[in-house]
């Protein structure tokens, strides 16, 4: 008895994870596309996220069987993870070093309320603690 008929009926396991590596590395690049296509401007934190788990699910593929193509995948794989996690890094803000310090007075200012009359830090004088809060709006 051959074992050709056998190995015929076995699932390819290993072709299955480097799909799953190499579709999780692209899904999150394209939620990164679609997400500033639709101006939502939040941390691209899914996008390592997901490489990794490609990194994971391609390594599976490469230990099921060794071939030239999987370590291949398996480089670009980790070199897009790393390039996702140098762009997080750089997205990181900067500390703030602005002039607005707790216990300190608020410098002088002037801004205009939504109705157009005139609000100054004399406005914010009083025993109590204030806290100033600048809505932008949407981008």
């Known amino acids: 008895m051959t074992s050709s008929a056998n190995t015929a009926s076995k699932p390819l396991y290993g072709q299955l994870f480097m799909g799953f590596g190499l579709g999780f590395a692209a899904l999150g690049i394209g939620a990164f596309v679609a997400q500033v296509a639709l101006e939502r401007l939040i941390v691209p934190w899914y996008m390592p996220a997901l490489a990794a788990v490609g990194v994971v699910c391609v390594g599976i593929s490469l230990a ?12 670009v794989v980790v070199l897009l993870t790393g390039a ?8 990181r803000l900067p500390p703030y070093t602005g002039p607005i310090v707790v216990g300190r007075a608020f ?6 309320r939504a109705d157009g009359t005139a609000f100054t830090e004399r406005d914010l004088a009083g025993d109590q603690n204030s806290v100033l809060v600048f809505f932008r709006g949407r981008w």
């Not at 099921?64 to 480089?75: F, G, I, K, S, Y």
């Open 64 to 75: 099921e069987r060794r071939t030239v193509w999987r370590l291949v995948a398996l480089a």
């Open 84 to 91: 996702e996690l140098a762009l997080l890094n750089a997205m």
């Open 107 to 112: 410098p002088p200012f002037e801004a205009k």
